[in-house]
Each structure stands twice: as structure tokens, then as C-alpha cells.
């Protein structure tokens, strides 16, 4: 046989709870403080598999997030 190296999968918390149903908040484009936390470093937006966001939540989160891009509130890119 030849070295195989086995891949170490990392556990991911995720919260089982939604943010915004807990709060009694709904996602909105100008409220980036929260915004970024469903952001990765490379500009990417985090699933609700990871996040432990409900689908109805998740939904709007995106399109807040993709708002807030267009008026330039959150980069488009991360840091490089």
C-alpha cells in the first residue's frame, strides 16, 4: 500500500438557534455590525448549514447582504 495521508475534518460549532428569531430581529442592509458575521474573509456569504440560521432568515440575510454591497456599505472582495 502505498501513504495515503488521511484528511482531519474539523468540527464546526454551529449554533442551534437562529439569530434573528431569537432576537425578533429581521435582517436589514444598514445594520453591517451583524451583516459581517454571515461574511467570510473572502468576501463570501456564509450557508445556513454553518451559520444555524432558519431558512426564512437566511433568505433575507442574502439579499441584505447583497444590498448593502451595491450601496457600498460591505466589499464585494475580502482581504487579501
Do not use: W
Not at 10 to 15: G, H, L, M, Q, R
Not at 50 to 71: D, E, M, N, P, V
Request: proline share 4%; glycine share 6%; charged share 35%.
Amino acid at each position: 500500500m502505498k501513504n495515503v495521508k488521511k484528511r482531519v475534518m474539523k468540527k464546526i460549532i454551529v449554533p442551534k438557534d437562529c439569530y434573528f428569531c431569537k432576537e425578533k430581529k429581521e435582517p436589514k442592509f444598514y445594520d453591517v455590525e451583524v451583516l459581517q458575521r454571515y461574511v467570510t474573509e473572502r468576501g463570501k456569504i456564509v450557508g445556513k448549514d454553518r451559520s444555524g440560521i432558519c431558512t426564512k432568515h437566511q433568505g433575507r440575510l442574502t439579499l441584505a447582504i447583497k444590498y448593502a454591497r451595491h450601496l457600498a456599505l460591505l466589499p464585494f472582495i475580502g482581504n487579501r
